[in-house]
């Protein structure tokens, strides 16, 4: 009777085991190993969310200014540097009030439940802030554009994504360093 109740519970076990790593693995796949910000896909469902639920929300597109040039100049564990702490600010600024992701390379996004109680200019003077790095002061710069949820006929994230998307191009045409709002 042992025998058969030993037979019985090891292979469960084994698929317990196996069911906790494939669930390990999954939700490390929604994070970036480099920032510990969410990927696009693990980013994506919680923004869906926020926008459908608040009204007043926002979506944000950030994108280095100068990376290419700061990976060239200072090397890649530089740049690594600079994601990170890009991460940690924007992750920061979001605070309670939305959630950050990192796109790819040195494009970064959020959503915030409530853009009249984010504090853009804050935001900016945060990414723009340098990052001491190995005795050097690593130049940090950052073009943002901003879709406010409500200005669009239909709340859809990809809607609210491109118009962000149009708003950081728009910023960067500016001379950089800057934060644009779609209209």
Known sequence: MEAQIAATLVPLLGWAVHGGILTRRLAAARRDPLTGLHTRAGW???AE????R???AAVLLVDLDHFKSLNDTYGHAAGDAALAETADRLRAWCGHNGIAGRLGGDEFVAVVRDLAAAD???LTAALHRPLPYNGAALPLAASVGVCPVAELPVPALT???????AA???????????VRTSH
């Open 54 to 56: 608040h009204p007043r």
């Open 120 to 122: 853009l200019d804050a």
């Open 159 to 165: 809607d609210a994504l491109a118009a962000a998307d």
């Open 44 to 46: 994506t469902a919680r």
């Open 168 to 178: 950081m191009y728009a910023a960067k045409g500016r001379g950089r360093r800057g």
């Open 49 to 52: 969310h926020l926008i459908r």
